[in-house]
Each structure stands twice: as structure tokens, then as C-alpha cells.
């Protein structure tokens, strides 16, 4: 058994560390030195998977019985450095990495869930969609090991032929930046009408035979696990031809190169940002998106406009009404109430909302659009808002909880 706790390893000081506060660097001393404080955390820890532990459980065979033996696994060490530096990389957690994460053959790979994940999230396709398709009762070969030959000093492959189904799967989806019409179910469909798909190669029950899948021992891939077996394939043939930068953690989503703008340090100790820099900066939406008047949320002056036209009127003020109740219904002139509010208006006011809680707020608004599109249209741009948000508030998060050493 390892004797070793987490707190005994929390308590072991740096080697020549003068700072209190220490990132993970690994061309530094410090840095690196805490990448070992951490690793020998994990490594004593039986919450993660074998590859990073200082001790694993092995079978052996001792006279006519199999038993369960601990032995130390000296790459333990290695490994978890690796996995820090690879959750740095990629901006996650180490403990997420390191159960995401599988060693095949000498390399960090990412398993299947982490990769659709990954795509999902990235804000640069819709959700992944699987398009499963049934060709009919083939017949596929592949070879298998047989004997030792010791002529040729090698083993004989055995050619074999199963007879099987081969089903077919394609992950595919639509750019972030283009509708998905609401009629559109299937790859057919969108192909039918030319929206621009993106699509994986095609991952059928014929490959998986081909390339020894579904010959191992154990194979999943002969049960009826194999329909999600092919979607799991197809969703890790998307991400290593179309997105490969995003399961590996280069560079940044779309979203996060949207938001992000130069700021300059002041002589207080404060940041600011230029006004003319943010009007000459480059929507972030489409195409498409500027036709249903849906434009970026940090349109300096678009925002300037909204809160001097579209706030609450006098006689609102007055009312005492709340902001969701009040902004219902726009005043003209007479006094009289022009019922809900535009299109053009709503958007604006969703735009200007500075924090999650009062885009909250605005949501009764998109509820009184009588027009089922625009309505539609309002809740995609609220849901991306919300996003927006949501990705600062991590980052933010990210940022202060960032491992430091004691």
C-alpha cells in the first residue's frame, strides 16, 4: 500500500523557493518544482486512472491461482507532469484531463466524449449530429494472429470473413454563423437545399473489421454497443479534420477571440481600453446575422443610442414599475401605450445588458414578439449573450483559482 497522504505531500516545501505565490511553469525552477509537488498529489491518489498512479494493481499467476498484487508503476511520475502540462495547454482542469484523457501507444489521447465535448462547446459549429445509415448484410475479412511460425520467425495471419451489417455513420453539422432551419433533420435534407455541411469521413461496420476494432477480444463493436461506438468514432474523425486546434487547446474559440480586446495598464495600477478601438474592432456576427439585425454585443455606439432613446419614460419612472413590466410596452408621444415593443428595440436592450443577471431580466420581452421568426431569432442571440457571460465568469474563475504554491 502507498503510506503517502495528500497532506503529507501538501506540506513538503519547494526547493529553493523564496515566493509565496508560484505558477506552473516548466522552463522555471519554481514552476517546475510545483509541477512535481502536484504530480506526487496525484499520483498518491486512487481517484485517477491507473496510467497516473504510484501504485497499480496487477494479476499473477502464484501456483494454480490468479491473485491481485500492488506494484509501483514508475512512470507514474512522468506521466501526471504530463497531464499538467497538457491541462495548461488546453485551459482545463488537471483532474479533467487526466479521466479524459487515454495513453496509447506513448501519446496523450483524448477520449471520444471529450472530443464532441470539446466540438460542442467551442461555439464554432451547432451540436454535432450523427447520420446512421444501414447498407444491407455484407461480408468483410480481416486477419488474425495464429501460431508462432518458427521458420519464418514471426506469427502466421490467418485470414478470416464475417458476415455482418454494415452500418454507416457520418457526424456532420452546420457553421455557428448559419441558421439551422427548423425543417432540416438529417444530412439528406441539409444537403438537399445546399447549406454549407461539414461533415466527418464516414465510419462504417466494413472499417471497423478492416482495421482489427471489431476482432479484439471483447470488442464492443460486435454487440449492440456498435451504434454508439460509430458515432463515437465519427465524432473523433470531425474533430481531428475540422477541429483539430480546439480538442488540442490552440489558440482560441471563436467566441473567445470575439470578446478579447487590448487593454493598457495605467499608472494606478488600472486597465483601460481605447473607445475608437472598440468601434473599429470587427463584428462578431455573420452574414446572415446582419440581415435579421443581430449585431455585435460590444457596438459601442449602438449601446450609447439605446440607453439614451430606449430607457424607461417619465411617467414609467413615475409609476414605480419594474424594469421587466415597464419595458413591455413603449410610449409615444400622446401618452397612449404602443404595445410590446419592436424588434429592433428588444435587441438593443438586450445588448446593452452588463451582466447575466439582468440579461435575465429581459427575457419577458422576447415572450410578447408576435412574430414566431423573430421571436425564434431573439432567443438564439438571448442564448449566445448568455454564453458570453458564462465563458467571462470561467474565465474569471479560472484565473483566480489558479494553482499557486504555499
Not at 519547494?14 to 506552473?24: L, N
Not at 501519446?107 to 449530429?129: C, D, E, M, Q, Y
Not at 487590448?262 to 470587427?282: C, F, I, K, M, N
Request: aromatic fraction near 6%.
Amino acid at each position: 500500500m502507498n503510506a503517502r497522504t495528500l497532506a503529507d505531500v501538501a506540506q513538503q516545501p519547494i526547493a529553493g523557493s523564496g515566493s509565496t505565490d508560484v505558477t506552473i511553469n516548466m522552463f522555471s525552477a519554481q514552476g517546475f518544482a510545483l509541477a512535481q509537488r502536484l504530480a506526487n498529489a496525484y499520483q498518491s491518489s486512487n481517484a485517477v486512472p491507473a496510467p497516473f498512479r504510484s501504485v497499480v494493481t496487477k494479476r499473477e499467476k502464484r501456483g494454480d491461482d490468479y491473485v491481485d498484487v500492488e506494484v509501483p508503476n514508475p512512470s507514474a511520475m512522468g506521466n501526471c507532469i504530463v497531464a499538467i502540462e497538457t491541462a495548461q495547454a488546453v485551459g482545463m482542469s488537471i483532474t479533467a484531463v487526466m479521466q479524459n484523457a487515454n495513453i496509447i501507444e506513448g501519446r496523450l489521447t483524448w477520449s471520444a466524449k471529450f472530443v464532441i465535448a470539446a466540438i460542442n462547446a467551442s461555439g464554432r459549429f451547432h451540436p454535432l449530429r450523427f447520420d446512421l445509415q444501414n447498407l444491407g448484410i455484407i461480408k468483410a475479412t480481416y486477419k488474425e494472429k495464429g501460431s508462432w511460425n518458427k521458420q519464418n520467425r514471426k506469427y502466421d495471419m490467418i485470414e478470416k470473413e464475417v458476415e455482418i451489417e454494415n452500418l454507416v455513420c457520418v457526424a456532420w453539422t452546420l457553421p455557428r454563423n448559419v441558421q439551422f432551419p427548423r425543417d432540416v433533420y438529417t444530412l439528406a435534407d441539409a444537403k438537399a437545399i445546399k447549406l454549407p455541411v461539414i461533415e466527418s469521413s464516414p465510419v462504417s461496420m466494413r472499417l471497423a473489421v478492416e482495421e482489427g476494432w471489431y476482432s479484439k477480444p471483447g470488442s464492443k463493436w460486435q454487440t449492440e454497443m456498435k451504434y454508439q461506438m460509430l458515432q463515437y468514432r465519427a465524432g473523433s474523425f470531425f474533430g481531428n479534420i475540422h477541429a483539430p486546434d480546439v480538442v488540442m487547446g490552440m489558440g482560441r474559440t471563436t467566441e473567445e477571440a470575439i470578446d478579447t480586446i487590448d487593454v493598457t495598464p495605467q499608472a494606478d495600477g488600472t486597465y483601460a481600453v481605447s473607445v475608437e478601438t472598440l468601434r473599429t474592432q470587427p463584428a462578431a456576427s455573420s452574414e446572415s446575422e446582419t440581415k435579421n439585425k443581430v449585431v455585435d454585443a460590444t457596438d459601442v455606439e449602438s449601446t450609447e443610442k439605446t440607453k439614451q432613446t430606449d430607457g424607461p419614460s417619465a411617467a414609467q419612472a413615475q409609476a414605480g414599475g419594474s424594469p421587466a413590466s415597464s419595458a413591455t410596452a413603449s410610449t409615444v408621444s400622446g401618452g397612449e401605450t404602443s404595445g410590446p415593443l419592436s424588434y429592433a428595440q428588444i435587441v438593443d436592450r438586450l445588448k446593452a445588458a452588463d451582466s447575466s443577471d439582468a440579461l435575465e431580466g429581459l427575457r419577458p420581452l422576447i415572450n410578447d414578439v408576435p412574430d414566431p421568426q423573430q421571436e425564434a431569432e431573439l432567443v438564439e442571440f438571448f442564448t449566445d449573450l448568455q454564453k458570453k457571460f458564462a465563458r467571462a465568469n470561467q474565465r474569471a474563475s479560472r484565473n483566480s483559482n489558479r494553482p499557486s504554491a504555499e
